[in-house]
């Protein structure tokens, strides 16, 4: 259960992320490994917590009929992704301040919010099945980036680029190894039917059937 | 073993049954085609090449399909004796399967594409105007829906042993191999069915990247990618899944051989550190595959092949073992289902005898590319995985056991059968022994008489596999009671 | 049904909108975005004044009736500069050659005015054979240089070894000075073809 004292660390934390990734702006975006695996992936975490806050507050956001089986939220988050996967985009948030602005808006609350709110009540086989492309796509996204031989962004160097294709191979075999490794070894045996149920909050393992 | 727990689990009998009539039915069918091809060989037959490339194609690529599929029927079969199984995604899986057979079937006859089933980078892009560009997509597109497919087969499988044995270590009964623990021990099937989960899981995430990446590199040119690491990537995917399909398999072996010999198969430590090895084997080659630099040097590769043929031996000496031990002694009846799979364990066991002999003699067979190649996988395919799949379907109408007999025509079936596929594999190792190429549409003057034998042979083995398949519809209403 | 339609919806709306931020799956970089607009678009592009190699003043324009051919190098570049003037050595060869010559100027613009003074410029001509007739080396003011690379889409980015990255291509003008094509520094057979039509 989330205490009220722990409800207001998360309501921080995501406020921090947001002013920091604000802040570090250019710094972080100087180089694309920062940019794609830091910034992105942090204001992700804020529209995350932004949400779990939220639920708690208004549990009917979290219970919400039209996203019954998490579908429509994932859907959501599946465009936002494909959105800020595209060079163009990238490139854009770089040279116009309205990308800019919409990736501080759109990858909070359109790719880690309803993440949040979506991700717990997808079916396991639907979040195996996620996990499992993530990984995928992560491997092409480091095949592309390492061999490709144009550059896909135009305001990165090639050499950036390829460091990038690299990042995306370690982060793609640690996050395989930290998943697999969990469902190897489960400590608490019984309830490790729910393909990764354990990222959940507040421990339950259910789902939406 | 928990045929009577509680749970009751159930195994999906209506829907095996649809997956292994299919089955069934494509396995004749590619068959013909192959006949076709060794007739075209042989020049009894006038194929034209480009004909001959998407009738390779279809071959290929349907018999490691169907190979998987026969597979994949059987292992969830048996494993839902053992654990609450959800029944919709078997539904899913087949319904994605066809549909990645129709993408494929369209490809090839429709689209006319021919460059092998294993999708050689860049070969499907260039076809010097064979096919098109929609041709090669759809051919892609259908791998990407089997892997989906069985993406799905395997999450579920994971699931359901992960929660009924509390996490992928115990089902695969590591406790047992390594702390020779024997409480809770799970049965041969569960660690058959999670080593395999675990291994060809990887295997399609992998697989996956290399389609998306084949597919982006069909419509963006510019995204060039190195064609040797998405070779390697290839082979080693197609090499892990076709022999995860025995695997799935011989599951069949361990839970019907016992109905005949009345003693279970139990899991022995031996068994689970047979188990073990492989996984580890195929583990131990996947990061080699998958972080080799950009050019491998020759030696990697050879060291990589001889580990991918090493991985099964100590499985199949401990499979082969137990069954000898288990049948000696035991006074069986034999019937069909018996009797084929009896037969596709030994065809499994003879058809690692050339693979070993490539591995540790003559590295050079494997790198040339002759019939020796066909030779060895062909065996312990036709002899080995198929072999199995037909004993599973004869066992799944054989009726009431105490009714069940060897009839005049099933003895006639696996005999011809064997003697077809017998001399049919052993043309292909004497081809290949006598340098003969293999994808040649077109052979030789020289090569023709040994072609038109291996023809013959063919033709009788065909014949075997359409009286197995009969046999099954005709049995259809029938299902077998213990 | 709820959740149906609305993941129905939503993955309407995903679509459009992917679709509409690549051009209709055309483009997914943002250099494939900038050539499929110079061909559908034909933006107007800023003609500023350079001072060339002989120190005059000339416009980047091409003449009444004309074409012209643009390049962005600069002199101090190891690689890809030199090959794209390789380049436009060749593409004047082969434009003479097809009789086309005549209605063609040929402008390699530098981005490093600040270093790139009339003296560099000249060397750069003279290594690869720019005549400062029909082809011609100059620099724009430095206060110039914003607008030219932002009107063209060229991103200049530097790199670690003192120099510069940048998308490099020969950009096709027209007489009203409109981009109408843009091709790979190596694609002279494009450009020709281009020009002729
Ligand atoms: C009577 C049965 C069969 C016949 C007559 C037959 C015939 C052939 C022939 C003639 C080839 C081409 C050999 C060459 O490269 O020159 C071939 C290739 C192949 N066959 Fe079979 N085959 C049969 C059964 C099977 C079975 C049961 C499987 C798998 C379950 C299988 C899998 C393959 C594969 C994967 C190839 C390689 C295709 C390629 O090189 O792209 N075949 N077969």
């Known amino acids: 259960m989330t205490t009220g004292f722990q409800r207001c660390g998360e309501f921080a934390l995501a406020l921090l992320l947001l002013l920091l990734c604000a802040a570090f702006r250019r710094t972080l975006e100087a180089d694309p490994v920062t940019h794609m695996l830091v910034q992105l992936p942090a204001l992700a975490w804020a529209g995350w917590l932004f949400a779990g806050v939220a639920s708690v507050r208004r549990p009917r956001l979290e219970a919400a009929p039209t996203n019954a089986g998490g579908g429509a939220g994932l859907l959501i988050v599946f465009f936002g992704i494909v959105f800020w996967m595209l060079p163009r985009s990238i490139d854009g948030a770089l040279t ?3 990308i800019e602005a919409a990736k501080f808006l759109t990858v909070p609350f359109l790719v880690g919010a309803p993440l949040r709110l979506s991700w717990y009540r997808a079916h396991p086989i639907l979040r195996g099945f996620l996990l499992s492309n993530a990984l995928s796509m992560l491997g092409v ?11 896909v962004c135009n305001s990165y160097l090639v050499e950036d680029q390829q460091r990038l294709g690299l990042a995306f191979l370690l982060v793609a075999l640690s996050l395989a190894a930290i998943w697999g490794g969990r469902l190897f070894f489960k400590p608490d045996g019984g309830s490790a039917g729910d393909l990764l149920p354990d990222l959940k909050a507040n421990g339950s393992t259910s789902y939406d059937t | 073993m928990s045929m009577t727990s509680t749970a009751a689990p159930s195994p999906q009998t209506g829907a095996v049954k649809v997956a292994m009539l299919i089955s069934g039915a494509v396995f004749v069918l590619m068959m013909l085609v192959g006949v076709l091809m060794r007739a075209a060989q042989g020049d009894l037959l006038d194929l ?12 290929g690529a349907g018999m490691v399909g169907t190979a998987g599929l026969s597979g994949a029927a059987i292992m969830w079969y048996f494993l839902g004796r053992h654990v609450a199984l959800t029944r919709w995604v078997f539904h899913i899986f087949l319904a994605l399967f066809l549909l990645g057979v129709v993408l494929i079937l369209g490809a090839i006859f429709l689209g006319g594409f021919g460059a092998g089933w294993t999708f050689l980078f860049p070969l499907p892009a260039i076809s010097g105007g064979a096919w098109d560009l929609g041709a090669a997509a759809a051919f892609l597109l259908g791998l990407v829906s089997i892997g989906v497919a069985f993406l799905l087969f395997y999450l579920e499988a994971g699931r359901a042993m992960i929660s009924a044995y509390g996490g992928l270590g115990n089902a695969l ?17 569960i660690i058959a069915a999670a080593t395999v989960t675990v291994f060809n899981t990887l295997g399609i995430v992998v697989g996956a990247a290399v389609l998306v990446v084949s597919l982006i590199n069909l419509y963006l040119p510019e995204f060039a990618v190195d064609a040797l690491l998405a070779k390697n990537m290839i082979f080693f995917f197609g090499h892990v899944f076709i022999n995860a399909s025995i695997y799935m398999a011989v599951i069949a072996v361990y839970e019907v051989v016992p109905e005949y010999t009345g003693r279970p198969w139990k899991s022995s430590r031996i068994f689970a550190l047979a188990w073990a090895s492989t996984l580890l084997f195929v583990m131990a080659v996947y990061p080699h595959h998958l972080l080799q630099d950009l050019v491998m040097p020759g030696w990697m590769l050879i060291m990589g092949q001889v580990i991918s043929y090493l991985s099964g031996i100590p499985l199949l000496a401990v499979t082969a073992f137990s069954l000898i031990v288990y049948l000696k002694g035991s006074d069986i009846r034999w019937d069909l289902a018996a009797g ?15 693979a070993i002999m490539d591995g540790m003699i003559s590295v050079n067979k494997v790198m040339h590319n002759t019939q020796w190649v066909p030779g060895h996988f062909h065996i312990y395919l036709l002899l080995g995985e198929v072999a199995m799949a ?18 005049t025509l099933d003895r006639l079936g696996i005999w011809v059968y064997i003697a077809g596929a017998g001399g049919f594999t052993l043309m292909f190792l004497i081809s290949g022994a006598l340098s003969v190429p293999r994808r040649w549409a077109v052979h030789m003057e020289d090569w023709l008489t040994q072609d038109r034998i291996a023809t013959g042979f063919a033709v009788l083995a065909v014949l075997g596999a359409l009286i197995f398949v009969l046999r099954f ?10 | 049904m709820r959740p149906f339609l609305a ?40 003609s500023p004044y350079l001072t060339d190699m002989s120190g005059k003043t000339v416009r980047l324009q091409p003449d009444v009736g004309g074409v012209a051919l643009v390049e962005f190098i600069y002199t101090a570049c190891p690689t890809i500069c030199r090959y794209a003037g390789d380049s436009f050595a060749r593409l004047k060869g082969r434009l003479a050659a097809a009789g086309l010559a005549k209605g063609v100027r040929m402008f390699s613009v530098s981005f490093d005015p600040l270093r790139d003074d009339p003296m560099a410029l000249s060397d750069y001509a003279e290594t690869h054979g720019a005549d400062g007739d029909i082809w011609k080396v100059g620099a724009p003011a430095v206060t110039d240089l914003r607008g030219l690379l932002s009107g063209y889409g060229v991103t200049v980015i530097a790199d670690r070894f003192d120099g510069y990255e940048h998308n490099a291509a020969i950009h096709l003008i027209d007489e009203r000075n409109r981009l109408v094509g843009i091709f790979d520094i190596d694609d002279i057979d494009g450009v020709v073809e281009a020009i002729r039509r």
Do not use: C
Request: hydrophobic content about 50%; overall charge positive.
């Open chain 1, 141 to 151: 996204l480091a095949w592309l980036y390492m061999a490709a031989p144009i550059r």
């Open chain 2, 48 to 59: 034209d090449p480009a004909l001959f490339y998407q009738l390779m194609t279809a071959h």
């Open chain 1, 96 to 98: 116009s301040p309205e």
């Open chain 2, 473 to 482: 519809v005709g049995g259809l209403g029938r299902s077998s009671k213990a």
């Open chain 2, 390 to 407: 037909f004993g599973f379907m004869a066992w799944l109408v054989r009726g009431d056991v105490a009714q069940s007999r060897f009839t």
């Open chain 2, 340 to 354: 084929l799979l009896v037969l596709g364990v030994a065809g499994w066991s003879v058809g690692s005898v050339p």
């Open chain 2, 173 to 189: 009964g590591w406790p047992l191999a390594f702390g020779g623990s024997t409480e809770n021990a799970p049965p041969p099937t």
């Open chain 3, 7 to 46: 993941i129905l919806a939503i993955a309407l709306m995903g679509v459009t909108l992917i679709w509409q931020v690549t051009d209709g799956a055309r483009a997914v970089t943002a250099e494939g975005a900038r050539r499929l607009h110079a061909v559908e678009r034909t933006p107007t592009m800023p």
